[in-house]
């Protein structure tokens, strides 16, 4: 079982910069991949960004491209995911969360974190 806790959320203007960690406890997650997600009100959770176990790999939303970086450090147990150039449409409870199973650009991920809130205001 991983415990998952998220931090560094916060109000941002647009055009601003936030870093979001994720801490894990209980057993190792250095073999699952891992992934930030996020949740607007009234709207689907949606994939933000993922990263293979050993970072080999990351996969990006079309819409954070070139803006948001994910990296991990297995050795810390954290996962994080520094946000460049926020939108107001960024705007959302961003969730971190792990994928024991393999394949990994799903939005079926196994264990998740309790989210923290993002706010871009205009």
């Known amino acids: 079982q991983v415990q998952l806790v998220e931090s560094g959320g916060g109000l941002v203007q647009a055009g601003g910069s936030l870093r979001l960690s994720c801490t894990a406890s209980?057993?190792?997650?250095?073999?699952?991949?891992m992934g930030w997600f996020r949740q607007a009100p009234g709207e689907e959770r949606e994939i933000v960004a993922i990263i293979t176990w050993n970072g080999g790999i990351t996969y990006y939303a079309d819409s954070v491209k070139g803006r948001f970086t994910i990296s991990r450090n297995n050795f810390r147990n954290t996962v994080s995911l520094q946000m460049n150039n926020l939108k107001p449409e960024d705007t959302a409870v961003y969730y971190c969360a792990g994928r024991a199973r393999s394949g990994y650009v799903s939005i079926e991920y196994d264990y998740w974190g309790q989210g923290t809130q993002v706010t871009v205001s205009s």
């Open positions: 209980g057993r190792t997650f250095s073999s699952d991949a």
